[in-house]
């Protein structure tokens, strides 16, 4: 799509998505000083200032924010026919864009994307993984991958992979001088890895059993926001730390690391590929949730069209 002719389009929408010549130079992959060039060029064939430019800043003229509300829909409308072109070819061919969390993106690396990549060499798969929701229209991904129930109802949800789980987890020498909780109470007593989330907001341990829910507000010495460093907190002796059971497995396994409240953890649905409701689905796209389901063959899942 990059080299389809659309080229100078495609870069002042990518500024207007992000504000940022940098950020839309990165998701483009070309040079910011390209990308300059690039949207200048366009400036000055039809006389007009698309951006209003400053060292801190970019947004969009008035001209400019009429352009990108007359050319959006028509490129949207371009690239539908180009992927429906695109379609009829043998294998799929181009890029696909995926959002998603880092520990989404860990556990589907190998089972999925890496045999997409082998089964269509003619593909290109560009990853982005951030903690917080985006919306991957406005920003211009084919499809995300989160776990279900934070995927948008007006998406088509594709769910693959076990339900998900999290675990309650400390050293043996913690436990040894810390005695384990027996109810989420219990935890005012202990010394927490606390978990900051996107928002800047402080995570809630979350509870469930035999229908009573309860969230709570743990302490602890250390705040983190990226799960990897919680572990290595965990595994260091800091205190306990609430994370995934695919996370913390292999040192439950090897006793490095041992679980408490267990039995106030329920397990829940796991993740999900979603993408906008449309009449063409590009073939790279269909191929992957081809993919999916055939991996998912037997565990009941099946994709989830929007709720009207």
């Not at 371009?78 to 992927?83: H, M, V, Y």
């Not at 089964?119 to 290109?124: E, F, K, L």
């Not at 796991?270 to 081809?290: D, E, I, M, N």
């Amino acid at each position: 799509m990059r080299s389809s002719g659309l080229t100078e389009l495609e870069a002042v929408l990518a500024v207007a998505r992000h504000r940022s010549f940098r950020a839309a130079a990165t998701e483009l992959a070309m040079s910011s000083s390209a990308l300059s060039q690039t949207v200048a060029a366009l400036e000055a064939r039809i006389g007009v200032r698309l951006f209003h430019r400053t060292t801190r800043s970019v947004s969009l003229s008035e001209a400019g924010e009429q352009f990108v509300a007359e050319v959006g829909p028509a490129l949207s409308a371009i690239r539908g026919a180009l992927e429906q072109a695109s379609s009829h070819r043998d294998t799929p061919a181009g890029t696909l864009r995926i959002n998603t969390s880092v520990g989404a993106a860990r556990q589907v690396m190998a089972p999925i994307v890496l045999e997409y990549l082998r089964r269509y060499p003619d593909m290109q798969v560009d990853i982005v993984t951030e903690g917080r929701l985006v919306d991957i229209v406005v920003d211009g991904f084919d499809a995300g991958i989160r776990l279900a129930e934070t995927v948008p109802q007006d998406m088509v949800a594709v769910p693959f992979g076990p339900s998900q789980r999290f675990a309650v987890v400390g050293t043996p020498a913690y436990l040894a001088a810390h005695p384990a909780p027996r109810t989420p109470a219990d935890l005012a007593t202990h010394r927490c890895v606390r978990s900051r989330m996107p928002s800047g907001a402080i995570y809630r341990w979350e509870f469930a059993r035999h229908g009573e829910s309860q969230q709570v507000d743990v302490q602890g010495p250390l705040t983190l926001d990226e799960p990897n460093l919680m572990l290595e907190a965990a595994l260091a002796g800091v205190g306990l730390a609430y994370l995934t059971e695919w996370n913390v497995a292999p040192y439950l396994a090897d006793g490095r690391l041992q679980r408490v409240l267990q039995d106030w953890t329920p397990p829940f649905a796991g993740l999900c590929l979603y993408y906008p409701s449309r009449r063409h689905l590009p073939a790279g796209l269909r191929a992957l949730v081809a993919l999916i389901r055939e991996q998912s063959q037997g565990a009941g899942t099946a994709a989830t069209e929007p709720a009207v």
